[in-house]
């Protein structure tokens, strides 16, 4: 069982930047799907990015999509989630998933991971 571990989080103002960060262990790194999801208070966790094994395709939620990067550093076993103009709606915690086999494909739904790491904060202030 991989364990994830995620950092980086904190409190941004509107329009500022924050990188979060998610080291794993406790298998083959490169083997996995990475990805990103976060839950506001009160709501359901949604999908926010994700990056395939040799990072050679990602997928954004429409959310995401042109503010936020997904990364992965297979060396550091690694994976990188970069935000810009953070919008207070982006408030929640953010989680890291992994996985290797999929039945549904592409795999935006929290049913479609078995590896989660604790989650980081993410606060932005209006």
């Known amino acids: 069982q991989v364990q994830l571990v995620e950092s980086g989080g904190g409190l941004a103002q509107t329009g500022g930047s924050l990188r979060l960060s998610c080291v794993a262990s406790g298998g083959t790194f490169s083997n996995w799907l990475l990805a990103w999801f976060r839950q506001a208070p009160g709501k359901e966790r949604e999908f926010v990015a994700f990056?395939?094994?040799?990072?050679?395709?990602?997928e954004y939620s429409d959310s995401a999509k042109g503010r936020f990067t997904i990364s992965r550093d297979d060396d550091r076993d690694t994976v990188y989630l970069s935000m810009d103009n953070l919008q207070p709606e982006d408030t929640g915690v953010y989680y890291c998933?992994?996985?290797?086999?999929?039945?549904?494909?592409?795999?935006?739904?929290?049913?479609?991971?078995?590896?989660w790491g604790q989650g980081t904060q993410v606060t932005v202030s209006s």
């Open positions: 998933a992994a996985e290797q086999l999929f039945d549904n494909w592409p795999p935006r739904a929290p049913a479609d991971f078995s590896s």
């Open positions: 990056i395939v094994r040799g990072g050679t395709a990602t």
